[in-house]
């Protein structure tokens, strides 16, 4: 079955540092693969998706992500966070044969100033 | 244009009771999802309509949950006898036609509490 892990529960930056978010998938085929980000009070909102063609994709807000198929990782990156990136992150796959998503349990980003 | 819409934002009710949970999917798309979100978890998948019909209702964790869509477009989930369990953010998405890598755009959830 397929399934998504997301390793850090809660990870706190400074702001201007550099950030990296873990997401690991299991899925028996090329994944379709998917980043949100929930502020408080708001809607899931994406940020970028991989389901082919260049591994590094580039997303909105600066955020790129790296599909890795020998580690079947899709980390999140962002070269310098600004405060308004605090949120909470989810990573989700695309299930097979189905068009429901699968989430992670979600990484909450804290920037301090 | 509008995004997805949910009313309530927030419903309060209590143990043993009906609700009914409503979603506008943005204009045109005929895809519509619903999730629910615990505490401290991520969004669950519930049931995944393509126009009219229920696609995909692997989701709804038991018959007290069930969900209509009678012309294509709003979506009621309703829940029976709730239970303190069912508390949770309910999610409402949409997409253009449904698919694999397809963007599912969210709405705002409805907060359920059963006390």
């Known amino acids: 079955a397929q399934s998504v892990t997301q390793p850090d529960i809660h990870i706190t930056v400074s702001e201007g540092a550099s950030l990296e978010l873990r997401c690991n998938y299991s899925y028996g085929a090329t994944p379709y693969l998917f980043w949100y980000v929930q502020s408080p009070g708001q809607g899931l909102q994406l940020l970028l998706k991989y389901f082919s063609g260049d591994t590094l994709v580039q997303g909105i807000k600066g955020f790129e992500a790296e599909f890795k198929r020998s580690q079947s990782s899709f980390n999140l990156r962002k070269p310098s966070v600004h405060w308004s990136d605090a949120a909470e992150y989810f990573c989700?796959?695309?299930?097979?044969?189905?068009?429901?998503?699968?989430f992670g349990t979600g990484t909450r980003l804290q920037v301090f100033p | 244009g509008a995004g997805v819409s949910q009313t309530p934002s927030n419903k309060v009710t209590e143990k043993g009771k009906y609700v009914e949970l409503r979603c506008d999917p943005i204009?045109?798309?005929?895809?519509l999802y619903w999730y629910r979100q615990s505490l401290g978890q991520g969004p669950e998948f519930l049931i995944y309509?393509?126009?009219?019909?229920?696609?995909?209702d692997s989701g709804l964790p038991n018959d007290r949950f069930f969900a209509v869509r009678p012309e294509g477009s709003v979506s009621t989930l309703k829940i029976q006898r709730t239970e303190r369990g069912d508390s949770a953010v309910y999610l409402c998405a949409s997409s253009t036609t449904g698919g694999q890598g397809e963007t599912q755009y969210f709405g705002p959830g409805t907060r359920l509490l059963v006390l």
């Open positions: 309509f393509q126009g009219t019909g229920a696609a995909d």
């Open positions: 989700a796959v695309g299930a097979h044969n189905t068009d429901k998503l699968i």
């Open positions: 204009s045109g798309h005929t895809a």
